[in-house]
């Protein structure tokens, strides 16, 4: 039946047995000598490493008759005559030497030998897959009759209608129909495929032309209706849902304009009275922030004498810190000097007969202090009396008060005359602490305190001035910073009365502000509303039947959407009648079926965009219906096209179309295509392979079935004997010369075939051309500058309707957003712009066809002329 169910049906036999399968691969080079090669590696697994062995062939593979010859022999005896040399077969023997030994065999060459082709029998198991169409099969089964005699034929038929259902249901489960409509729709898609046998057998018989309808079709029906009909629901549901949001967003419009007016005239008076209180705020808080700036002002100069005072005071008090600083530690170092002495200190002074120099000189000073008055002796010299201060000293150091004395001492009021005389005793460089020590611990101690006795009035004298001055000027700091303290608080009165009367003013002035933006803003939405629903008014209508029209082909999606694939999955290679009464008939099952379907359906409608066939008609495609469809049907079926092209239509459309893509054209018959196709495929450059004939290289095979694989992440391809990267933007294009071929299932199923006969429609436009060009040259050239200009006004208009549809689509309100405004105010301006372009050049392509009409029946009898001498063929075949 077809060569994929065959090879799909071997493979899963193989590997529920877990028998390794082989094929041989074709490439540009492969001959009988790469054959035999391949026989020995068949040899070597089956036989030398004793592995169960499916060997797949099938006739494409079969580059010459010989394979043939080798296959036969491999079936009737297990062995090719001449394939192994004497080294091979030596090498085989010893490969299966251990195991022919544990079998008992003996280990002689031949026995051996045998051994291995007995295992060879056993382990290789052979699978041909024959096309019974034409007469090869028969020509090789009479040729070589061990195909017959040695092989169990297993002949495939048609799919019966159960399987098909069955196929179908199980593919068809996921996408989401309702139970009743899926199951009318696995109907249909066995109706379509025993249809399209009908039909292939009515093509045959009326105009000699072969068609084979295959599991493949029926498969890439089903995966064409669940790859469409998901995309074009969901292309269907969006585009009505924009044009639903841009209505509801021009009705919104109209609706709010009225409220909007109400809410203006509301809120006009409110603003009113918020501006006249904001303005009595301001007067308010005018006058009060001059009272405070006065009172500021005041109290800033008092706080400036009060810091001056303040800081006059901290200096006169540093000072006596600092005087005192001075006196106080000779003072304390006294008086612990003093009360370090003990009794038996004083005693040991008291005690001496002839006390030191320094001894005296200490307890005269501490006499003077005490005001003990001396006694009168004789001088040494023996003239006169002299003062001796030694007596009155033991008799004080032997009072038990003496150092209470001492410590109580009233030094803040030592008498003038006193520190007059003891000012002698500490400049005395006799009278120091560090001489007296050397003479008397005890002295020492008396001698520093008599020092800091003297030190500390001469500090006083001069501290307690200042200590008067400071406590004055601390009582004056204190009744200044009082009154300060009473002007700062009224200040501060001021300045909150004000704060209070700023946020006062700034709620207002808010509320004021919301107020008036809301004003504005109603304004400018009034005024963008009234821009929108004048520049967008016209369109309500138009989008209002876009809803209707976008509505009923939602709801008439599934039946569309399964008749339009069937059309890609079987009616390529048919002529427009044909196509017509088989989709006429579709039309009627499926809306017979209960599937919702529109009444007329065609796969420009269904699956064709408007702006991207008049890109390919300006590419050179002509303007019938039929090559309109098999663009659509190409760029729609997941195989490589293949186009039955004797006019040469399809090769010019597709050199124009990929000329930008620096196209690479190549011929099977070119040394080096297979070159070219890997450059090409691994850089994503477009090919055209031309002028094939009934059969491809099978070195293209993997191509033509995109056996892509990843490898190290990236997508691969093994054409021949070389791994090559598969680009995604690779495309290939495959077009005959012939007019009438015949090509087999095995290769049908591999591509897409399509009818790109010349139509008479077409023809006739095509000689009205011509005809015209040669008349009329201007006319020519003015209409093909206005099919160019039409497309590109076309293209515009689709762009600036999808631009103001993306902007109404948007989130929020529309009336909010100037920039949204602008832009759809900016696309109506070009809108407008490019329709009257069109209008204009629309009247102008009228005029130009009325002129041309006048050649019409030129062309008209030229297209009659062509196409009944090209009938002549099917008379007799010698007008070929």
Known sequence: LEFKVRQSLTRLASYIAEYKVFMIEITKTYRALEFKDDLKKLYEMSGAK??????????????????????????????????????????FREAVRVDAKAAGIDETPAALYEFFLDRVRNNLHLVLCMSPIGSGLRDR??????????????????WPAEGLIAVAQQALTTIGLEPKIADSVVDQCMQFQVQAQDLSLRF????????????????????????????????????????????????????????????????????????????????????ESADAAVTKE???????????????????????????????????????????????????????????????????????LLEIKPEKIASEDGKGKVNDYWKPSQKLLG???????????????????????????????????????????????????????EVYDRVAKVVEPKRLMLKKAEEDLSVMMADLKVK?????????????????????NDNKVSLANQVDMCEKKLIRAGKLISGLGGERTRWTENVKLL??????????????????????????????????????????????????????????????????????????????????????????????????????????????????????????????????????????????????????????????????????????????????????YITTKLPNPHYMPETAVKVTLLNFMITQDGLQDQLLGIVVAQERPDLEEEKSALILQGAENKRKLAETEDKILEVLSAEGNILENQEGIQVLKDAKIISNDIEEKQKI????????????????????????????????????????
């Open 551 to 732: 509505g009923e082909e939602f709801v008439n999606v599934t039946g569309d959407v399964l008749i339009s694939s069937s059309f890609v999955a079987y009616l390529g290679v048919f002529s427009s009648e044909y196509r017509d009464s088989y989709i006429a008939q579709a039309i009627q099952d499926v809306r017979g079926k209960g599937i919702p379907g529109s009444a007329t359906v065609s796969l420009e409608k269904v699956l064709g965009n408007a702006v991207q066939i008049r890109d390919w008609n300006i590419a050179g495609l002509p303007r019938d219906s039929l090559s309109t469809d098999n663009a659509i049907m190409m760029s729609k079926s997941r195989r490589w096209p293949l186009m039955i092209d004797p006019q040469g239509q399809a090769n010019k459309y597709f050199r124009n179309m990929e000329k930008k893509n620096k196209m690479k054209i190549i011929k099977l018959t070119d040394a080096d295509f297979v070159r070219t196709l890997e450059n090409s495929i691994q850089f994503g450059t477009p090919v055209l392979l031309e002028n094939v004939l009934e059969e491809l290289d099978p070195t293209i095979e993997p191509l033509l079935l995109k056996q892509t694989f990843k490898q190290g992440g990236v997508m691969c391809m093994r054409l021949g004997d070389a791994t090559i990267e598969y680009s995604k933007d690779f495309r290939f």
């Open 488 to 508: 700062q608080d009224l200040l501060k009165a001021v300045l909150d009365k004000i704060a209070q009367l700023e946020a006062n003013f700034k709620d207002a």
């Open 50 to 91: 004793n592995l169960q062995t499916v060997f797949l062939f099938n006739d494409t593979q079969i580059i010459q008759e010989g394979f043939l010859e080798d296959i036969n022999g491999l079936l009737g005896s297990g062995e090719v005559p001449n394939l192994l040399g004497p080294d091979e077969v030596a090498t």
């Open 841 to 880: 050049a629309e009247e102008t392509e009228k005029r130009i066809d009325e002129a041309r009409a006048g050649y019409t029946s030129t062309a008209w009898k030229s297209s009659i002329l062509f196409f009944a001498i090209s009938s002549l063929a099917n008379i007799e075949p010698m007008y070929q």
């Open 399 to 453: 009072e038990s008060v003496f150092m209470q004395r001492l410590l109580d001492y009233d030094k803040e009021n030592i008498p003038p005359a006193v520190i007059v005389q003891i000012k002698t005793y500490v400049a005395n460089p006799e009278f120091m602490p560090a001489v007296i020590e050397k003479q008397s611990k005890a002295a020492t101690g008396l001698c520093k305190w008599v020092r800091a006795m």
């Open 298 to 368: 005041k109290c800033a100069a008092d706080e400036a004498v009060a810091k001056a005072e303040a800081d006059t005071t901290n200096e006169m008090k540093a000072s006596c810190e600092a005087d005192l600083a001075e006196a106080l530690p000779a003072l304390d170092a006294a008086v612990s000097a003093l009360k370090s002495l003990t009794k038996g200190d004083i005693t040991e002074m008291k005690s001496m007969k002839t006390p030191p120099k320094g001894v005296k000189l200490v307890m005269e000073g501490v006499c003077v």
């Open 204 to 287: 045959l018989t009326e105009v000699n032309r072969f068609n084979y309808v295959t599991p493949t079709s029926y498969l890439e029906l089903i995966s064409t209706f669940k790859n469409l009909l998901n995309v074009k629901a969901d292309e269907v549901g969006q585009q009505k849902r924009r044009y639903e949001v841009g209505l509801g967003k021009l009705l919104s419009c109209a609706d709010n304009v009225a409220i909007m007016e109400v809410e203006l005239t509301e809120l006009q008076p409110v603003l009113v009275v918020k501006t006249r209180e904001v303005e009595e705020l301001i007067v308010e808080l005018d006058r």
């Open 141 to 158: 089964i009479r040729q070589f009759p061990s195909l017959v005699n040695c092989c169990t034929i297993d002949w495939f038929f048609p």
